[in-house]
């Protein structure tokens, strides 16, 4: 049968309904990559994901290709997107969990600033206690106090109470079993036997303990040093009925005392030690100890507080005598200046030499009493001046604030909040 060209006409008039169907389809564009995907779960895009021109796209099958048309509603994405989720979450939890070196040195300042805070204090204590008798007054109270707790127990005789170096410090226990021509054992109070540097070691342990309010710490330290003061007077008490004891059982033997003299010698070495730190982690523990957490940067019940300064560098907003740089180096010259008066200094040294050589050969005479002022003032100006290098260093060191009205303390921000907040007051001013 001929086909006419009529018939012709319309086939392919029916051809070019679908025309443009056939040709949207045909015309591919290649993906710059599936955003969703790359983004989300950073997986790789294969080169030959495409798109149709309409805005469509063509998604592969992660579980691989299809082997017909209806294996596709099989292919599930779900298990792909939770795997590589998941994937994410572990890798964002190690690197959570690695420390950058600014947190390490954070922590290390926060836990280094214990043993450094002892070392200063321990460095206040020996300027402090260098001249003989600086706690003279103390050590009076003591040596009253020691003298009427023995008497009261052993009776007037045991005991008497005089003076050493001009101040009512000494103590001399009586017995018939003690050596010597005298029957007695001589004892006095020094600065060193106060009691002072336990609770200048325990009141620092309770200052700087983080986390606990501020006068929580005030109160601890008043009730720290009552209590160190009332050991160390039992200390001093036990001496007499520990030298009685021994001398009984060897009556007018010097070696009878090794007893007391040893007691003495273990509790000043690591007996008050073994006891301070005892007492610091009792306390720490009663005011609720590790479980005690807040954020840092907030005052909470506190409404001032000193803390160490964290921000060293010069500032255009201060003077320069204001400087906290400033306030070290001048430290450092006056703690130069102390050491060079008693060490280097010729007047002195040979002032001590001279006091040293009268002292071994029990001379006296003018000349002696002249080079002992000397040498006694050459100390005393020493410490004047490494005290007022420890004050530089310490009003450098250490600063006095307020919460702002956030509640927040003033040294917890950085420096653009800082900058924030100067700006803030200058429009208000």
């Not at 260098?130 to 706690?135: G, V, Y």
Request: glycine share 6%.
């Amino acid at each position: 049968m001929a086909v006419s060209s009529q018939h012709w006409r319309k086939v392919f008039q029916r051809l070019r309904v679908v025309e443009p169907d056939f040709q949207n389809v045909a015309r591919l564009q290649v993906s710059q990559g599936l955003t969703g995907l790359a983004h989300r779960d950073r997986a790789p895009v294969t080169s030959d994901v495409q798109t149709v021109a309409g805005g469509e796209r063509l998604h592969p099958a992660f579980h691989g290709g299809p082997e017909g048309r209806g294996a596709l509603k099989h292919c599930d994405r779900r298990p792909y997107e939770a795997a590589a989720k998941g994937g994410a979450v572990a890798a964002t939890a190690k690197a959570e969990d690695d420390m950058s070196w600014s947190e390490v040195a954070a922590l290390g300042l926060r836990y280094g600033k214990y043993p450094l805070a002892l070392l200063l204090v321990e460095a206040f204590y020996w300027f402090l206690t260098e001249p003989s008798d600086t706690l003279a007054p103390l050590q009076v109270v003591e040596a009253w106090l020691w003298h009427g707790i023995t008497e009261w127990i052993w009776g007037a005789d045991a005991v008497s109470l005089s003076q050493h170096n001009g101040w009512t410090t000494r103590i001399d226990f009586h017995h018939s079993s003690f050596p010597g021509a005298f029957d007695s054992v001589g004892l006095y109070v020094s600065d060193e036997c106060a009691g002072v540097h336990e609770m200048i070691f325990l009141s620092t342990l309770i200052l700087i303990t983080d986390d606990v309010p501020q006068r929580d710490r005030l109160r601890a330290v008043a009730v720290g040093c009552a209590l160190v003061f009332i050991l160390n007077l039992t200390r001093l008490v036990a001496f007499y009925p520990i030298a009685l004891g021994g001398c009984l059982e060897a009556p007018n033997d010097p070696a009878c005392l090794n007893d007391m003299w040893a007691f003495h010698r273990n509790v000043y070495e690591w007996g008050f030690l073994v006891v301070l730190i005892g007492l610091w982690l009792a306390w720490f523990t009663w005011v609720g100890g590790p479980r005690r957490v807040k954020d840092r940067s907030m005052a909470g019940s506190d409404r001032w507080r000193i803390t160490p300064r964290k921000a060293w560098t010069w500032s255009e907003h201060r003077p320069a005598w204001k400087q906290p740089v400033m306030g070290v180096a001048l430290a450092l010259i006056l703690f130069l200046t102390a050491t060079y008066m008693v060490r280097n200094d010729p007047v002195a040294l040979e002032a001590r030499a001279t006091a040293e050589m009268c002292a071994f050969s029990e001379l006296i005479s003018q000349r002696c009493a002249d080079a002992e002022n000397t040498w006694n003032d050459a100390i005393d100006g020493a410490w004047s001046v490494a005290s007022l290098g420890l004050l530089s260093f310490a009003v450098s060191a250490l600063i006095f604030e307020r919460p702002l009205a956030d509640g927040r303390w003033p040294s917890m921000l950085d420096e653009d909040e800082r900058q924030a907040l100067r700006e803030a007051v200058r429009e208000e001013e």
